[in-house]
């Protein structure tokens, strides 16, 4: 069967360092896989790496049907999205898998706490398809002594809205849904 032809389109972000590219493509099935090093990139997602090898580019965040960019302080736009949406575009027309291994950073435990379930479905639910659209992920690291401490990715690392997003609304809705929630803090 004939895979229809790559299409990568560019998505801007509440984050001005970060661009999100939205493909036509399922990348992964759940979560994110996020990369900011090129040795973690290098094991786990020949794409990532071959992204953070553009001079500019300081992260990675892959998702299920998009790829967030993360430009560093001395790139240039004009380099970092030009040659990432080239490189996007030219690794998934030759269908080769955008990550080896494990394919998710999802902090998924079989053995988790009642608790720290209720936390992550709720994540999963009603967060994570939300900072999708803006090109990021958040994720349960931990729950502990009230406290429920969250992994922000993509976009959502660095946002000048995330804290606000995390307080104002993951923490609300969180403490509403799960009363043994007391704080919810980005680590």
Known sequence: MEQSAVYVSL??????????YSVNRKLIEKGAAN?????EA???SPLAYQLLNVDGISGVMI??????????ENGDWDHVHKTASETIERYLTTGEPV????DSD?????????????IQKFLDDEIRPAVAM?????????FEDGIAYLYMQGACAGCPSSSMTLKMGIETKLKALVPE???VVSI
Do not use: C, H, W
């Open 11 to 20: 998505e801007f972000t509440p984050n001005p360092n970060t661009l999100k």
């Open 99 to 102: 990550l080896t291994g494990d």
């Open 42 to 44: 290098e094991k786990r």
């Open 106 to 118: 999802a902090q998924t435990n079989q053995n988790a706490r009642e608790i720290e379930k209720k």
């Open 35 to 39: 990369f900011i090093k090129k040795a």
């Open 134 to 142: 803006d090109g990021g992920d958040v994720s349960l690291d931990r």
């Open 181 to 183: 929630v007391m704080e």
């Open 63 to 72: 998702g299920k049907d998009f790829i967030t960019i993360t430009k560093s």
